[in-house]
């Protein structure tokens, strides 16, 4: 992993991202979410990143620490399904982890990362392999000492595993056997932040970073 450090401005770019590519991908989480839940992580997450981009705007935070914080009261607030409280979570314990430095090494967001995804797992009492959202974090927090892009890639492999898995936790699980054969929604959305991650590290506000 490099030693660029990351600004306050790599996670506005970051969540900025994110909330284009959660807009994007809405109706597909949706979709997913139709086949072994309650048909609405799309719409959750869209409702939530729009708001986490609006609060960025109105009221920009000055450290990495601070933004990631105010995106994850804004997911905590503003969604009612499960997946908000979790990634609320999320940012809220990366953030807090991060602390008030004005800026981070790739390491030190790795660390916070993980602190983040243990809190995760501690609020909705799964690990992996019960077909959750922790199915594509947890590899991708794992994988974020040998790239952003390595990350992204675990991320999305998690999310590919959760296939044949039988949900034991949130909505899916009261599905028993039926939960089998379908991707979950929540994994899905993770893969996505997940790759909005390696997009922002891998581009600058002037534009992609290509070599020469
Ligand atoms: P809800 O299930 O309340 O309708 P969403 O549809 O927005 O909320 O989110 C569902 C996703 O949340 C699931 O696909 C799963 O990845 C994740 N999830 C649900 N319960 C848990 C849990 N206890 N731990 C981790 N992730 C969970
Ligand atoms: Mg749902």
Redesign the pocket.
């Given at each position: 992993m490099g030693s660029t450090a990351l600004d306050t401005d790599f996670f506005r770019r970051w969540l900025t991202i994110a909330a284009a590519a959660v807009d994007r991908e809405a109706d597909r989480l949706t979709e997913l979410?139709s086949a072994i839940?309650?048909a609405?992580?799309g719409t959750?997450m869209r409702r939530g990143f729009a708001a986490v981009t609006e609060a960025l705007e109105k009221d920009p935070p000055r450290t990495p620490g601070a933004l990631l914080v105010l995106a994850g009261r804004q997911l905590i607030s503003t969604v009612g399904?499960?997946?908000g409280p979790?990634y609320g979570t999320l940012l809220r314990r990366t953030g807090k982890a991060l602390g008030e430095a004005a800026e981070v090494t790739p390491g030190q967001l790795a660390e916070g990362l993980r602190a983040g995804v243990a809190a995760?797992a501690q609020l909705?009492?799964?690990a992996a392999g019960d077909k959750?959202?922790?199915d594509a974090l947890e590899p991708a927090v794992a994988a974020l000492d040998e790239s952003f892009e390595a990350a992204a890639r675990a991320a999305e492999e998690g999310a590919l595993a959760t296939v044949p898995m039988q949900a034991r936790?949130?909505?899916?699980s009261y599905l028993g056997e039926r939960s089998i054969g379908h991707q979950?929604?929540?994994?899905t959305s993770s893969a996505l932040l997940i790759a909005t991650l390696a997009q922002a590290a891998g581009s600058t506000p002037e534009g992609p970073a290509v070599a020469g």
């Amino acid at each position: 992993m490099g030693s660029t450090a990351l600004d306050t401005d790599f996670f506005r770019r970051w969540l900025t991202i994110a909330a284009a590519a959660v807009d994007r991908e809405a109706d597909r989480l949706t979709e997913l979410d139709s086949a072994i839940g309650d048909a609405d992580h799309g719409t959750n997450m869209r409702r939530g990143f729009a708001a986490v981009t609006e609060a960025l705007e109105k009221d920009p935070p000055r450290t990495p620490g601070a933004l990631l914080v105010l995106a994850g009261r804004q997911l905590i607030s503003t969604v009612g399904g499960a997946s908000g409280p979790l990634y609320g979570t999320l940012l809220r314990r990366t953030g807090k982890a991060l602390g008030e430095a004005a800026e981070v090494t790739p390491g030190q967001l790795a660390e916070g990362l993980r602190a983040g995804v243990a809190a995760v797992a501690q609020l909705g009492g799964a690990a992996a392999g019960d077909k959750t959202m922790l199915d594509a974090l947890e590899p991708a927090v794992a994988a974020l000492d040998e790239s952003f892009e390595a990350a992204a890639r675990a991320a999305e492999e998690g999310a590919l595993a959760t296939v044949p898995m039988q949900a034991r936790k949130g909505r899916a699980s009261y599905l028993g056997e039926r939960s089998i054969g379908h991707q979950d929604p929540g994994a899905t959305s993770s893969a996505l932040l997940i790759a909005t991650l390696a997009q922002a590290a891998g581009s600058t506000p002037e534009g992609p970073a290509v070599a020469g």
